[in-house]
């Protein structure tokens, strides 16, 4: 069962590691990303990351749909990190259980607008994220679970 699905250009990280997966029970990470995937060091890392009660799983964005689909992920409490509004998305759109998307940290880059301390969005990306919206998904900037929830709209 997904619970929870946060962007977060990091991945995994102290508040994604021991914060997120305490406040939402989870026992299995699914990194969605291309180019993890195929970096051996930033795997490593990943999984170094986090305590050893987690199962960390690393897959391309379209692997994990394909996973998720089949039901692989039925027997785990997962969360789901992806380092972009567009993986997010492209998940999202694929699976429409997900119904609630957690924005944790996008970085600055060239065009992008900053909404809150750590997100900050192309226009495209704005796009996206007000689709998502439409469709009745729940989408919340909050850094850390102990943090107030700020809808997007």
Not at 13 to 39: E, F, M, P, R, Y
Not at 57 to 73: E, M
Not at 82 to 100: F, G, N, W
Request: glycine share 4%; aromatic share 4%; net charge positive.
């Amino acid at each position: 069962m997904i619970q929870l699905v946060r962007v977060d250009h990091r991945l995994i990280h102290g508040q994604v590691a021991l914060s997120w997966t305490n406040s939402i029970k989870a026992d299995c990470i699914l990194v969605a990303n291309d180019s993890v995937v195929n970096d051996a060091l930033q795997k490593a890392t990943l999984k170094m990351a986090c305590p050893h009660n987690i199962k960390v799983v690393i897959k391309t964005v379209k692997d994990s749909i394909t996973a998720i689909q089949a039901g692989k992920t039925d027997k785990y409490k997962l969360f789901i990190v992806v380092a972009s509004i567009d993986d997010a998305y492209q998940l999202i759109q694929a699976i429409p259980d997900i119904k609630r998307l957690n924005l944790g940290g996008t970085k600055a880059r060239e065009g992008t607008k900053n909404i809150s301390k750590a997100i900050n969005l192309l226009p495209q990306e704005e796009e996206q994220l007000k689709e998502l919206v439409s469709t009745g998904v729940s989408v919340e900037i909050q850094q850390v679970p102990t943090d107030s929830i700020v809808q997007y709209k």
